[in-house]
């Protein structure tokens, strides 16, 4: 992997990375609603679900929406140099536009939009991230996502 300048990521802002391909499977949805305790029929329940318009068990909103980290490990995006840690600081816009039913597969497409400066060796990279879902025609979602780098 390709390691680059803080400086460099910032110069080079509009460049996309797409990850590989990752199946939401039912037993990572059900990981997700033991974790958060959100164990809504429509996550759960294959045999309620399929009575749904959704025709079966979809992923919680918010587990796509957290495959941003495993997603972005998944693509060739070089490393920074000197970075000690990266926090997700949050999201300036998230929409939820597709469900993303169990058993499909999805991958993240990633353009960093901006890189700044907040202080010495604090940066902000925001993140336009689209998570789509394999042979469909909309994404699941698309979220501007907001990091601090510390270099």
Do not use: C
């Amino acid at each position: 992997m390709t390691a680059i300048t803080i400086q460099e990521l910032a110069e080079r802002v509009g460049e996309e990375y797409v990850s590989e391909w990752v199946e939401v499977t039912q037993e990572m949805i059900n990981r997700f609603a033991d974790a958060t305790d959100d164990h809504q029929f429509i996550h759960v329940n294959p045999e309620l679900a399929k009575m749904t318009p959704f025709g079966g068990t979809i992923a919680h909103g918010f587990l796509t929406l957290s495959l941003f980290t495993l997603l972005i490990g998944k693509t060739d995006q070089p490393s920074i140099q000197g970075l000690k840690m990266g926090l997700n600081y949050g999201g300036n816009k998230v929409r939820f536009l597709t469900p993303v039913r169990s058993g499909k597969r999805v991958r993240g497409r990633f353009k960093t939009t901006s890189v700044t400066e907040r202080r010495p060796g604090q940066w902000e990279q925001v993140i336009e991230y689209t998570l789509e879902i394999e042979a469909e025609a909309k994404p699941a979602l698309v979220a501007e996502w907001v990091v601090l780098l510390f270099v």
